[in-house]
């Protein structure tokens, strides 16, 4: 077992015991599901998802909000999990909301893909949902329509864009009272300028945006903790897997590593 899996320590109580039970069993068969593509569920063993899904306290009847999910890694899990009872939304930047350019090819493509890939497994995601929105000024769907809120590796890009502070505004507006947004981040070793090229955050940081936007921090984890992380690579956190962003003679080195160290954080939006 990894080291970061063996290093998962909550502050103050475990959350399976909070809940009475471990993991679910729908939760471990979306999990282990032979749908998901090899190299994702190679990756497991870094991110965590079982853990990371549990710690954030996702229900199978929930209506669940993942911020710009990429490639899909974690809707392969997300979708056919809440497709019974739930459901998934995945929230995409428009767009037609960028200006011309790389920018707006970039958003485009990643788009595409994921919508491709939903169209291409109805049995896993038919029932998934597709938002758009503006990064300047972000709406996710109806206020308080959602149950969690899940962003995965996303916030050192909107501090670097000054987005920041709005997609933490729209978080807390499209939940409902008492809801859950989870954040897994590239953790710094202290705070950060905005500017900072590094693609880690500090974990303060991350932290007192949400609390800004009205959150309030329930608990936080080490599920995704990796303290062969030194966080001093020259290309930043792509200089690691997945990315691999360095030498070909260097790649032994920074396998061993493994993927970034990552703060866990679970905010809750309070009740009135």
């Known amino acids: 077992m990894p080291v ?14 909070m809940h009475g039970a471990p993991a ?16 994702n569920a190679a990756r497991d063993q870094y991110r965590h998802p079982l853990q990371t ?22 809707s392969e899990i997300l979708a056919p999990y809440l497709r ?10 428009d767009p037609q909301a960028l200006p011309a350019g790389g ?11 994921l919508e491709k890939k939903f169209a291409g497994a109805p049995a896993l995601f038919d029932k998934t949902t597709v938002v758009a929105y503006d990064p300047a000024a972000p709406v996710l769907g109806k206020p308080g329509s ?47 300028p905005a500017d900072d090229k590094s693609g880690y955050v500090g974990q303060a940081q991350v ?4 609390e800004a936007a009205g959150f309030k921090l329930e608990e936080r984890s080490e599920i995704n903790a990796n303290p062969r992380d030194t966080k001093d690579h020259p290309n930043g956190v792509w ?3 997945p990315s691999n962003t360095h030498d070909a003679a260097d790649d032994a080195r920074y396998k061993a590593i493994g993927e970034s160290d990552r703060m866990t954080l679970r905010f809750v939006k309070p009740r009135p």
Not at 10 to 16: K, L, N, V
Not at 59 to 74: F, K, L, N, R, S
Not at 173 to 179: D, K
Not at 207 to 210: E, G, H, T, V
């Open 4 to 17: 970061a899996a063996q290093e998962h320590a909550h502050a103050g109580h475990d959350h399976a015991a």
């Open 24 to 39: 679910s069993a729908p939760l471990q068969a979306a999990v282990s599901g032979d749908w998901r593509s090899a190299a």
């Open 53 to 74: 899904l549990e710690f954030f306290g996702v229900q199978p009847q929930q209506t669940v909000i993942e911020i710009t999910p990429g490639g899909g890694w974690y």
């Open 84 to 93: 019974g009872q739930g459901h998934y939304v995945a929230a995409v930047v």
């Open 103 to 113: 920018g707006r090819d970039y958003q485009q493509r990643t788009r595409d893909g």
């Open 146 to 192: 959602a149950d969690v809120v899940l962003t995965f590796r996303n916030v050192h890009n909107w501090r670097a864009s000054n987005q920041a502070e709005g997609m933490f505004r729209a978080f807390f507006a499209v939940l409902r009272p008492g809801g859950t947004l989870g954040v897994v981040e590239h953790r710094a070793k202290a705070d950060v």
């Open 207 to 210: 932290i007192a945006m949400a």
């Open 239 to 241: 200089t690691l897997p």
